[in-house]
């Protein structure tokens, strides 16, 4: 597997995944580092931490088709994206099956803040939807949907972290 991600999402997802004894991840791809705070400190993404952790090759392209080559070269026979933030090139699509895991029921709000969207809607469920990723936004064949029912004092950041862990059992059920 190629992991693509840069939040804590995908780092929790991440981890769940380099648990797993029968996943080989050849690589990560995440965000390059940035300048964070008034003194500009060039900060790493949390995954590259994590990957670096456990010896995982790590790539940061400004664009994921730029390595191209490099991913074809790896031949994968899955890329799994989790908030990576860069919407894939057909030519990455082609390579191998992607699944992306989206934090929300799709089709409904796709893009890049469904969470607060969910929240902002006052729905009564929230989730998380596994799908194979075309090259439209968040669109694709759905392979899986975990759900969770939101309680009405619940804000984006508790259901940000439970979202997330539904996000990391969900990839195990998909493999």
């Known amino acids: 597997i190629i992991f693509t991600g840069t939040d804590n999402y995908a780092k929790i997802i ?19 580092d940035k300048p964070i ?28 088709k730029d390595k191209q080559e ?3 070269k790896l031949n994968p026979d899955f890329i799994v994206v989790a908030a990576y933030g860069q919407i ?3 030519a990455i699509l082609d390579i191998a099956p992607s699944i992306n895991l ?14 607060q969207q969910t929240i902002i809607n006052n729905d009564f469920e929230a ?6 990723m075309e090259l439209g936004l968040d669109s694709g064949d759905i392979l899986a949907i975990s759900r969770t029912l939101i309680s009405k ?10 979202l ?5 059992e969900l990839i195990i059920v998909i493999f």
């Open 14 to 32: 991440l981890e769940t995944l380099i648990k797993q004894s029968d996943i080989n991840l050849l690589a990560v791809f995440t965000q390059p």
């Open 37 to 64: 705070g008034r003194k500009k400190i060039l900060t790493p993404p949390i995954v590259k931490l994590t990957a670096e952790k456990y010896s995982i090759p790590v790539f940061q392209p400004h664009r994921l």
């Open 70 to 72: 490099i991913i074809q």
């Open 88 to 90: 894939l090139s057909q």
């Open 102 to 115: 989206h934090t929300s029921i799709l089709p409904k709000h796709r893009g890049a803040s469904p969470i």
């Open 127 to 132: 989730g998380v939807t596994a799908m194979k």
């Open 153 to 162: 004092d619940c804000d984006v950041i508790q259901l940000y972290d439970k």
């Open 164 to 168: 997330t862990i539904m996000a990391s």
